[in-house]
């Protein structure tokens, strides 16, 4: 099946900091998203984003499909965006299935 | 948007008991639901596929007869956890799609479950 890696595993930031999440993955995909997993374990969708850029106030992604990676970009960060951050995609030949990246761990410290 | 309700969201059993979790698509049917299991710091697995009125699809590794799922009607799945021990101790989350949005963006997380049993 499809490998989705993302890095770093971990990341402090210090409030205010930017920083960028990266996400490989082995084979195309016809859907790719992010979601936030607050400290409660709910799953927050951030991007659906299979290609582009898209933006929603201080976060923003990129996908480039041909290269077959995603960047998550974080600015400005504040003690809320901790949590983990998972890569998750779908290909065309696993409908619903979705396949989650190891995530990266995110503290943003005061 | 679309709601999908998970419940309860956390639940402490005794060991060798059974546990229901519930997954209910609030605001359009779902003929399609996926349960997944997230081990403490780790990444959230694909547990089984559950298809309103058949059965339910299990991943390679996961034990149907432990983990029973039915999808009895169009906005209601159910993961039953059986004869439950403290290695089945874990966070539960199923998802939900309603349309055949083959692109995938029509699936929709609900809050999830964690599950301690003692």
């Known amino acids: 099946g499809i490998q989705v890696e993302q890095s770093p595993p971990d990341l402090i930031l210090q409030e205010g900091a930017n920083s960028t999440l990266r996400c490989n993955f082995s084979d195309s995909v016809n859907n790719l998203q992010w979601f936030h997993q607050n400290p409660w374990g709910q799953l927050i969708n951030l991007f659906y984003i299979p290609s582009g850029t898209k933006q929603n106030g201080r976060l923003s992604a990129t996908t480039v499909a041909t290269e077959r990676y995603s960047l998550l970009y974080i600015s400005s960060s504040q003690t809320t965006d901790s949590g983990v951050y998972f890569c998750?995609?779908?290909?065309?030949?696993?409908?619903?299935?979705?396949?989650f990246g190891a995530g990266t761990q995110v503290v943003v410290t005061p | 948007g679309a709601v999908v309700s998970q419940h309860p969201s956390r639940v402490i059993c005794k060991s060798g008991t059974s546990v229901k979790i519930e997954c209910r698509s609030l605001?359009?049917?779902?003929?399609?639901m996926f349960w997944y299991r997230q081990f403490p710091k780790q990444s959230l697995m694909l547990m089984a596929t559950?298809?309103?009125?058949?059965?339910?699809?299990?991943e390679q590794g996961v034990e149907k007869d432990k983990f029973l799922i039915n999808h009895a009607s169009l906005t209601l799945s159910t993961l039953t956890v059986t004869s439950a021990h403290p290695e089945d101790s874990s966070f539960y989350i199923c998802?939900?799609?309603?349309?055949?949005?083959?692109?995938?963006?029509?699936?929709?997380f609900g809050e999830g479950s964690w599950l301690t049993v003692v």
């Open positions: 605001d359009f049917q779902a003929t399609t």
């Open positions: 559950s298809n309103e009125g058949s059965k339910a699809t299990y």
């Open positions: 998802s939900a799609s309603g349309t055949a949005d083959f692109s995938g963006n029509t699936i929709y």
């Open positions: 998750v995609v779908m290909t065309t030949d696993s409908w619903g299935k979705f396949q």
